[in-house]
């Protein structure tokens, strides 16, 4: 199986703060990236497809790169909506496997 | 607008069985690849099964291979997981989960999700 590592766990930032959340796959998976944002109580949503696809209605603040086993997901401004967890997923392969999550919290 | 409403969850003792369902609208459930993923109280996520748009090909994680089944109804719009011979460790919030492109092969890009609906394992 494919392991996802996310760093770092958690992370304090202030609106307006620029932020980068990577994860490391444990071999290479191409560009197949995602990433999702969680609230707590709540499904998960779709941010990033692709390593860098933003997903529709998702703000331009947010943007990934990456390639191979080095991906970042980026939030250029914090918006206070943003706090949240985040998880990367890999979808090169099955079993498709989560990264633990990044909790974004308010400094 | 699409939804996607889970339920059939609850508590069920270790060994015991239960069936989700995931009633979809909004959209040609036929269409689309569907999936469950769960989530263990305060952990991750972890994909757990999908099917194909004719029910014709299902995948799982190893560790419910042979215990749960993904099934849909495309006639009710409605997608199912069966478990069986439940443990502990399947104690979590189950979500029904869209695959992002129609008619499409899986590539496991999950654009929209249910609410969940929360399974505990316990005696």
Redesign the interface.
Same mark, same amino acid.
């Given at each position: 199986d494919i392991q996802m590592t996310q760093s770092p766990s958690s992370l304090s930032a202030s609106v307006g703060d620029r932020v980068t959340i990577t994860c490391r796959a444990s071999q290479s998976i191409s560009n197949y990236l995602n990433w999702y944002q969680q609230k707590p109580g709540k499904a998960p949503k779709l941010l990033i497809y692709r390593a860098s696809t933003l997903q529709s209605g998702v703000p331009s603040r947010f943007s990934g790169s990456g390639s191979g086993t080095d991906f970042t997901l980026t939030i250029s401004s914090l918006q206070p909506e943003d706090f949240a967890t985040y998880y990367c997923q890999q979808s090169y392969s099955t079993p498709i496997t989560f990264g633990q999550g990044t909790r974004l919290e308010i400094k | 607008e699409v939804q996607l409403v889970e339920s059939g969850g609850g508590l069920v003792q270790p060994g015991g069985s239960l069936r989700l369902a995931c009633a979809a609208s909004g959209f040609t459930f036929s269409s689309y690849w569907m999936n469950w993923?769960r989530q263990a109280p305060g952990k @991750?996520?972890?994909?757990v099964a999908n099917i194909k748009q004719d029910g014709s090909e299902s =995948?799982y994680?190893?560790s419910v291979k042979g215990r749960f089944t993904i099934s849909r109804d495309n006639a009710k719009n409605s997608l199912y997981l069966q478990m069986n011979n439940l443990r502990a460790e399947d104690t979590a919030v189950y =979500?029904c989960?869209r695959e992002?492109l129609s008619h499409s092969s899986s590539? =496991?890009?999950?654009?929209y999700? @249910?609410? @969940?609906t929360l399974v505990t394992v316990s005696s």
């Open positions: - | 993923v @991750g996520l972890e994909w =995948y994680v190893d =979500y989960a992002r590539w =496991y890009q999950f654009d999700w @249910g609410q @969940g």
